[in-house]
């Protein structure tokens, strides 16, 4: 079953992606040339899609600490604050699968303009996870505001369930229940979140690729 979430809450079956792969290099002294579409996104071709798996985290975050995860696209660079006071168990996960490279040379393999991205899964096709799970049930006063990031699940999951596949919420509210892991906020780059935004059709198919080429953590 696939990881999704619409509009009115229920699964939805989306096809896998067709998309190529392509290898990089080149000679260090010799610059390559790097092409933008009009969105102001590099070009570039899809990762090679691979399963990847990880062992569960153990132990949760300090309540002390911030942590950030700073994602690098071919889109731009944004920023999400993690909240592990409401879903520490999605976030000790979320740091530990990015401190593990889980997320690198991976895409947003669900774009819904005016609703969500969705990405996190190395095998691009919306149906894969890290091989575990995690469950930090909502409150149930909570809302998919923009810039909201929260953990998409199958409907038969129990709310709360979390893998690896997350989604950012593009739209002012987007109505949900509250089913989702609510695991942080972006808190800078919301602009780039909104441009991937833009770059997905009818049937909620990226029009391009937009590779999460990595991603770091930070802590204060």
């Known amino acids: 079953m696939q990881?999704?979430?619409?509009?009115?809450?229920?699964?939805?079956?989306v096809a896998a992606l067709a998309l190529t792969t392509a290898g990089c290099g080149?000679?260090?002294?010799?610059?390559p040339t790097t092409s933008t579409d009009a969105s102001g996104c590099a070009v570039v071709t899809?990762?090679?899609?691979a399963a990847r798996t990880a062992?569960?985290?153990t132990s949760t975050l300090s309540a002390t600490k911030t942590y950030t995860l700073t994602f690098e696209t071919n889109c731009g660079t944004f920023v999400v604050t993690l909240d592990q006071k409401q879903s520490p168990n999605t976030a000790a996960s979320l740091v530990s699968l990015v401190q593990k490279g889980f997320f690198n040379n991976?895409?947003?393999?669900?774009?819904?303009?005016?609703?969500?991205?969705?990405?996190?899964?190395?095998?691009?096709?919306?149906?894969?996870?890290?091989?575990?799970?995690?469950?930090?049930k909502p409150?149930?006063?909570?809302r998919y505001t923009h810039g909201?990031?929260?953990?998409?699940?199958?409907g038969a999951d129990p709310a709360g369930t979390a893998g690896s596949q997350f989604f950012i919420v593009t739209a002012a509210d987007a109505q949900l229940p509250p089913d989702y892991a609510i695991v942080g906020t972006v808190t800078k780059g919301l602009d780039v979140v909104d441009r991937i935004g833009t770059l997905g059709d009818a049937s909620e198919q990226p029009t391009e690729v937009v590779e999460i080429t990595k991603v770091t953590v930070g802590e204060s």
Do not use: E, N, W
Not at 26 to 31: I, L, P, Q, V, Y
Not at 46 to 49: E, Q, S
Not at 148 to 154: E, I, Q
């Open 3 to 13: 990881p999704m979430i619409t509009r009115s809450a229920t699964l939805v079956c």
């Open 26 to 31: 080149g000679k260090k002294s010799a610059a």
């Open 46 to 49: 899809a990762p090679t899609p």
């Open 55 to 57: 062992p569960k985290p």
């Open 106 to 136: 991976t895409v947003f393999h669900r774009i819904v303009p005016g609703f969500v991205i969705q990405g996190g899964d190395p095998t691009q096709t919306g149906t894969s996870g890290p091989g575990y799970s995690t469950v930090d």
């Open 139 to 142: 409150p149930a006063t909570a």
């Open 148 to 154: 909201v990031v929260a953990m998409a699940k199958t």
